[in-house]
């Protein structure tokens, strides 16, 4: 493939992988109203967003692909090898005409800034499952704790509260 049908496809990659991060932030959004609404239902595992990630994952892949050919059709510094040679969009653009250029600049932004959003999402999912858990452990030791302090409930054979010896609750007074 030549350089400009190359820097085709890079920019096809970043249209398809702005898409998926579309619909990756859409899942998790949803999934973070769900969970602050508590409706369990839509709280558990979702294969929609493993999907999601397999399919950005192979498009990443593809796209690295696309710049190693891009890089070893750059022009090198002498003495350099083109595995050495930074290559990003600007760059790419750089060798492109202006509309080609223009194009795969605008393709690149909506994917990083998409990107960044999903980021944003992930990091406060993250957060709310650490305040949940923290919560949760808070919670586990309060009831440990009470579990720990609190005497087994019963009565001796002389129907008296075992809780104490100054405890209500005594069945029969011990008299007749």
Request: charged share 25%; glycine share 6%; proline share 5%.
């Amino acid at each position: 493939m030549s350089f400009s049908e190359d820097a085709k496809a890079l920019e096809a990659s970043f249209v398809a992988a702005a898409g998926l991060l579309r619909s990756l932030l859409e899942a998790l959004q949803a999934r973070r109203a769900a969970w602050v609404s508590i409706r369990p239902d839509t709280v558990a595992p979702s294969a929609e967003i493993e999907q999601l990630s397999q399919q950005l994952a192979t498009e990443e892949r593809r796209r690295g692909e696309l710049v190693a050919r891009l890089r070893a059709s750059l022009p090198t510094p002498v003495g350099a090898r083109p595995e050495q040679l930074h290559v990003n969009v600007t760059r790419i653009c750089g060798a492109l005409g202006p509309d080609a250029a223009r194009s795969l600049r605008a393709a690149a932004d909506e994917a990083t800034q998409l990107a960044k959003l999903v980021r944003g999402e992930t990091a406060l999912g993250n957060r709310l499952l650490q305040f949940a858990q923290n919560a949760q452990s808070g919670v586990d030791a309060q009831v440990l704790d009470a579990a720990k302090s609190a005497r087994a409930p019963g009565y001796d054979r002389n129907a008296r509260n075992l809780n104490g010896p100054n405890a209500a609750g005594q069945l029969v007074d011990g008299r007749m």
